[in-house]
């Protein structure tokens, strides 16, 4: 059974891991006969949106307490997780990928990624071990991998794509329903609910990440 | 097109919505070819859970802004919901339903529902619309519905299942994978995480619900 990674940054849309995305890939992975360990790195949130209103609040979180709302509780600390112990790791988007993750959502192309996971997406690449990265977490490995010009979706938002390339990466254009595969670097990519408009047309480019990505594990 | 409501009680299994449940029941639904409406009370969660430790905490949050996460802030007061723009109705788990919603986990057979909660519920019976409910949510079916002896899952429990029965409700034995339908009343319940050990488990079961309280509607 092959076991793989699902990088997590909180706990929905606009400020941590988009919630129906973060489902939809335990879901497949399970379904397409592979186990789940749910990862997160213990740190402070970037800020607290109110989901209702889409305005910040004064609150406080952790992106690994929240995270465990969506893993029920069963998650990693990203700094205890072995390359080793993984076959392929996905990371699901929302605002969370490049607000706590990264801080691409303040600073493009220039954006710093956790440590924690620098290091998990270098180790795996230079394992060759499959990841996927879905929504506007892409950009999270065109940072980190940006060395190896990587080929990534991340929807249409020309601003963002521009980062992209900026980075050294290259966008390339895909439908919510679809997936591009960067064979040299073994990624696999979706652009989700950066362009996707229902949970069906993001859960269709989502199962054919999975697929894909177990296929190359 | 047949329009669903979904009804749900906070962001996480311990103090809210079962997140997964949530998501798998707008999937389903979608696919099937539904709309869909997430619907919460305004009201305070009765309270948090860290789901990292599953410690409460001393923090407050509000039901319908951290179910608005799971409905990506597309979602309704209770107050609003008119059952007349509704074909049917589906509860999804997690503690919520009996900490929020109602308070079954802390009273059983004596619990109250939230009289927005009591009055959809009631309504959409008297007007033979279809009602499913996961997990737990069946209790608060079985208390509003006392009078109408209604017959639905909830998992093994013993104590569960006897409060069930101390409503006036019959307890219907069933897997995590499979639906209870009561014909009489037009509910359709599945024991989903309080016996499922897997989100696809939960998900097949789910599913079945789904098909069923569209067909019914």
Known sequence: ????????????VYDG?????????????ERNGASTVCIAPDIPQHHVVNHLTGQPTD????????SAR????????????????????????????????SDFAIKGKDAEVHPGVRRL???????????????????MLAKVLEDRHPQVTIGNELGTAEAIEAMGGGHAVCEADSIHVDTDNRLVTTPAYMIGTS??????GIEKLV????EMA
């Open 211 to 214: 697929k894909k990505i177990l």
């Open 17 to 29: 891991s988009e919630i129906h995305e973060a489902v939809v890939t335990l879901l497949a992975l």
């Open 199 to 204: 949970i069906c047309e993001v859960a269709a």
């Open 121 to 139: 997406i270098t180790e795996m690449a230079d394992a060759k071990k499959p990841i996927g990265a879905l929504c506007i977490s892409p950009a």
């Open 59 to 66: 609150e406080t979180r952790n992106v690994l307490v929240e």
């Open 70 to 101: 969506i893993a029920r509780g069963e998650i990693m600390d990203i700094t205890h997780v072995r390359t080793a112990d993984l076959d392929a790791l996905v990371i699901p988007g929302g605002f969370g990928a490049a607000k706590n993750l």
């Open 1 to 12: 059974m092959k076991n793989v990674g699902v990088l997590l940054s909180g706990c929905g």
